[in-house]
């Protein structure tokens, strides 16, 4: 149990959960992949009063469970790891979105989001990450 909080940048974990969250804003926004996603998906973009609190809620506490998966592992010197867990995300994400007769561009533009928070949270501990434990 000790090595899910020792060794962790508090910090990074926090800066990687909320990066990430806004990178999701922009992300599933107009400006970039959202009108296009909504259609695929079979929902209506709406505005900012309109968007669901339960979901960004869950969104968020997943960033940031996500965010301190990142830090354990980075701190662990476990890196790839977390990339390879990140992958096999994606992948059973992609999964869900073909049960779920997401079009092709929206279960791309998922998967991507998920790749880039990954990278975003990468950095954050990269950065300011905490240190593993020396063995002597």
């Known amino acids: 149990m000790e090595m899910l909080t020792t060794h962790i940048s508090w910090l990074a974990v926090l800066i990687g959960t909320v990066v990430s969250f806004m990178a999701g804003w922009l992300w599933y926004s107009p400006i970039l992949f959202g009108t296009k ?14 968007m669901p609190i339960g979901a960004m809620v869950f969104q968020g506490l997943g960033l940031l469970l996500l965010s301190w998966f990142i830090g354990v592992m980075s701190g662990a010197n476990l890196t790839a790891v977390a990339v390879l867990g990140t992958l096999a995300f994606v992948a059973l994400s992609y999964s869900g979105g073909l049960f779920t007769k997401k079009s092709a561009y929206a279960r791309f533009v998922d998967a991507g989001y998920w790749i880039v928070s990954v990278i975003i949270m990468l950095i954050a501990h990269g950065l300011l990450g905490g240190s593993a434990p020396v063995v002597a």
């Open 37 to 50: 996603w909504a259609e695929g998906v079979g929902v209506e973009m709406g505005t900012a009063s309109d």
